[in-house]
């Protein structure tokens, strides 16, 4: 089963969403996002004008744009994101990242999960993250550590 996921990225003047059909959850496309900002900032003029020609912004969407996964035996390679118009159309998702671009050229992350109620039958959601980029690397790095001993344990079961 696919980890659904979208990204919506804004400025004070743009917004624009993205739909990522599988590896939704934050190992990896929290790691995807994290990696892709870090790209974004360090290329960047620091000196260029704020807002929707905010280089940090523009780079950072076309990374995201650019994204693929490889091509594999079984399928050609594809895009990473779809662009789209609305991401409340996706119901199916499990996590929302927002990540916002100030005037100041400060990035703010946000991160929504859908979690089952105590009736495990309906879910709601709440924001697991909200912070800046150096805090948001941190969570990103302990869910790469949880999926890392997750593998490791099952790996150890099979040889069992």
Known sequence: MSTRSTLTIRTNNSTIHFYRHYDGYIAEAGQTIQLALAKAYKNANANASRSIEHPHFKKFVNIIMNHKYEATTYRSEQPVY????????????????EVTFNDAGYVNIEVEAWVPNFDNATQRHEV???????????????????????IAELEKKRGA
């Open 128 to 150: 697991i993250f909200d912070g800046g980029f150096d805090a948001y690397k941190d969570l990103v790095t302990k869910e790469m550590a949880i999926i890392a001993e997750r």
């Open 82 to 97: 779809e662009l789209i118009e609305d991401p409340v159309a996706h119901a199916d998702r499990e996590y929302h990242y």
